[in-house]
Structures are given as structure tokens and as C-alpha cells.
């Protein structure tokens, strides 16, 4: 049971550059999310999905981008890294809109710009 | 808005003495509320959670959580703590909101275990 995955692991980018955060989950959950880490500030919501095609932004959307085609997948697309978004990334799923469900998290991506 | 307040950024105790970690929350209802634990390195693992019902919840690895309405708070205890429960914990409240559906973490309080 692979639960969330989340590739890669760690990431290096310069200044400007794009990429794509990679998140699965194989539980058949509708809600998923993308937070970032930071020391002092605990977890902040960036965008998240209650389904295929529908997305919202979350606390920190600035600079980031997402898509929903499917149940599994929720890539996080950052357009032109900055150094102020280096942190952890964190990916999650749950099965209910609410709140009230446990949320299971990937084991994160440390990204670091340069 | 949902808001979540972990005072204690920092806290050391020795191992076997007993653990209580702070969580005041903010919220217009009855909240979804949540304890979580990261390793180093690691992603959130839940650790308990409480929703209705009796007010003191027992999680994994031996830990529990109080919900107290009159004080907002759900502090999380551990009668006796082991090396290994070294880690970060976070508190979360989650539930509906203006803004849709969300899940709010506390700034976290990170434990440290003296031998």
C-alpha cells in the first residue's frame, strides 16, 4: 500500500527555472493538497483539489500552479523559482472534504533555490 | 477564520518523565481537531484525532489528547516519554470554512528527549 508519493525527494533549481512537483496517491481519495514547510511556521496551504478538474487556492498560491486530471495525480508546477520558495513540500490526500478525515502525507520534497 | 496556537516552540524533557504539549484553536463550531508527529526527514504520521464524543482520545504510541471546549484547547500528553518520541508535533484543526474545506496546522513544538 503505497499511500502518497512524492517525487523527487530533493531538488536544486536556480533561480528562474520551472519545474513540476510530482504527487500520487492509489486510495481513491477526492481531497488532496500541497502545503510547504517552513521553520517557525509550520505547514501553509498553497492550492487543493476536492476532484478531478477542480482546483482553489489555498493560504500561499503566489508563484505555483496546479492541475487536476485525474483522482490520482496533483502536480505542483512552480513557474519561475525564487529563493523565497525553497522549503519542504508536502503533498496530501484524504477521503472527505471536511476536515474531519485523517489526511495522509507524502514523505516531502526538499527544495532549495539558488 | 480557523486559526491554531502552539505556544511552545521548544520543549526538553527527560525520558520517562511525562510529556504535555499545548494546542489552543480558534473555530465557530465543533471542530475536527488533530495531533500529528514528523520524524527528521519524514513526512506527518496522525497521532490521534478527535471529532465527537469523549473528550479524551487515545492515540498510537501511547499518547492521548484532552478536548476542552471552555479552554479551546486539546493538549496532548504522554505518561512516559521515550528516546524515540523525539520529533516535531503539530496540532491541526480542521473543517469548513468561508474558504471551502481546510485542514490548519499550529507552528509546531519540537520535543527533545534528554537521556
Known amino acids: 500500500n503505497a499511500g502518497v508519493t512524492q517525487t523527487p525527494k530533493f531538488q536544486v533549481l536556480k533561480t528562474g527555472q520551472s519545474m513540476t512537483l510530482q504527487c500520487a496517491q492509489d486510495m481513491n481519495h477526492e481531497y488532496m493538497s500541497w502545503y510547504r514547510q517552513d521553520p517557525g511556521m509550520g505547514l501553509r496551504l498553497i492550492h487543493y483539489s476536492v476532484g478531478a478538474g477542480i482546483t482553489d487556492q489555498g493560504e500561499v498560491p503566489n508563484g505555483y500552479n496546479v492541475s487536476r486530471s485525474t483522482t490520482e495525480d496533483f502536480p505542483l508546477r512552480l513557474l519561475s523559482a525564487a529563493p523565497s520558495q525553497t522549503s519542504v513540500y508536502f503533498c496530501?490526500?484524504?477521503?472527505?472534504?471536511?476536515?474531519?478525515?485523517?489526511?495522509?502525507f507524502g514523505q516531502g520534497t526538499r527544495l532549495t533555490v539558488v | 477564520a480557523q486559526s491554531v496556537t502552539q505556544p511552545d516552540i521548544h520543549i526538553t524533557v527527560s525520558e520517562g518523565a511525562s510529556l504535555e504539549l499545548r494546542c489552543n484553536y480558534s473555530?465557530?463550531?465543533?471542530?475536527?481537531l488533530f495531533w500529528y508527529v514528523q520524524s527528521p526527514g519524514q513526512g506527518l504520521q496522525l497521532l490521534l484525532k478527535?471529532?465527537?464524543?469523549?473528550?479524551l482520545v487515545q492515540g498510537i504510541k501511547g499518547f492521548e489528547a484532552e478536548f476542552k471546549r471552555s479552554q479551546s484547547s486539546f493538549n496532548l500528553r504522554k505518561p512516559s516519554v521515550h528516546w524515540s518520541d523525539a520529533a516535531e508535533y503539530f496540532c491541526a484543526v480542521g473543517g469548513v470554512t468561508g474558504g471551502g474545506n481546510k485542514l490548519t496546522f499550529g507552528t509546531g513544538t519540537q520535543l527533545k528527549v534528554e537521556l
Open positions: 473555530y465557530g463550531a465543533t471542530p475536527y
Open positions: 478527535y471529532f465527537s464524543g469523549d473528550t
Open positions: 496530501a490526500s484524504s477521503s472527505t472534504f471536511w476536515g474531519e478525515d485523517e489526511a495522509f
